[in-house]
T-cell receptor, first 112, second 114 residues
Framework: GNSVTQMEGPVTLSEEAFLTINCTYTATGYPSLFWYVQYPGEGLQLLLKATKADDKGSNKGFEATYRKETTSFHLEKGSVQVSDSAVYFCALLMDSNYQLIWGAGTKLIIKP | DGGITQSPKYLFRKEGQNVTLSCEQNLNHDAMYWYRQDPGQGLRLIYYSQIVNDFQKGDIAEGYSVSREKKESFPLTVTSAQKNPTAFYLC?????????????FGPGTRLTVL
């Protein structure tokens, strides 16, 4: 079946470090891919998305490229800030069943 | 100022009681969703609705019920049949259910069973 696998956390980095959070997916077809962010005690916010292969989503300095050949959608940021500390979720949406399929989330901790 | 509101933010329930969580959106979205989030885990779909007066079970619908009498509202009732209801509940909505339709989330309700 369709699934999303994220790297396990927590990921702990120093401020201004380079960030990569890995996300790979299994899908029979051509899903749309999403990254959501959840700050402590809050709901989820869409961070970025890509709807077809080779698309790059970007927002707030974060980027992710839809790689069909490696079935990946890794999240990157060149220089993280303390305010980026949150839980990041990768998800896919298939047009066959219209339901978001979620990764388990990766907690990111940025130390000053 | 469009968005999704959920109330209450925190809810406490005694065992054996039913409780209803509110979700309202003013985004004119057709589709609405309820998810459950447990600590350290991803989201699991409880129910979803594509249109008024219609809804479908998600992956973990047992012990829950919903209604969709208005486009703007999609309340979730956690019944006494739900064996482990303590969790964070998130409501979402989207314009439709195409793969390009982003789901937007409310701030969540944290339910604790005493």
């Amino acid at each position: 079946g369709n699934s999303v696998t994220q790297m396990e956390g927590p990921v702990t980095l120093s401020e201004e470090a380079f960030l990569t959070i890995n996300c790979t997916y299994t899908a029979t077809g051509y899903p749309s891919l999403f990254w959501y962010v959840q700050y402590p005690g809050e709901g989820l916010q869409l961070l970025l998305k890509a709807t077809k292969a080779d698309d790059k989503g970007s927002n707030k300095g974060f980027e992710a490229t839809y790689r069909k050949e490696t079935t990946s959608f890794h999240l990157e940021k060149g220089s993280v800030q303390v305010s980026d500390s949150a839980v990041y979720f990768c998800a896919l949406l298939m047009d066959s069943n219209y339901q978001l399929i979620w990764g388990a989330g990766t907690k990111l901790i940025i130390k000053p | 100022d469009g968005g999704i509101t959920q109330s209450p933010k925190y809810l406490f329930r005694k065992e054996g009681q039913n409780v209803t969580l509110s979700c309202e959106q003013n985004l004119n979205h057709d589709a609405m969703y309820w998810y459950r989030q447990d600590p350290g885990q991803g989201l699991r779909l409880i129910y979803y609705s594509q249109i008024v007066n219609d809804f479908q079970k998600g992956d973990i619908a047992e012990g829950y019920s919903v209604s969709r009498e208005k486009k703007e509202s999609f309340p979730l009732t956690v019944t006494s049949a739900q064996k482990n209801p303590t969790a964070f509940y998130l409501c979402a909505s989207s314009m439709g259910q195409r793969t390009t339709d982003t789901q937007y989330f409310g701030p969540g309700t944290r339910l604790t069973v005493l």
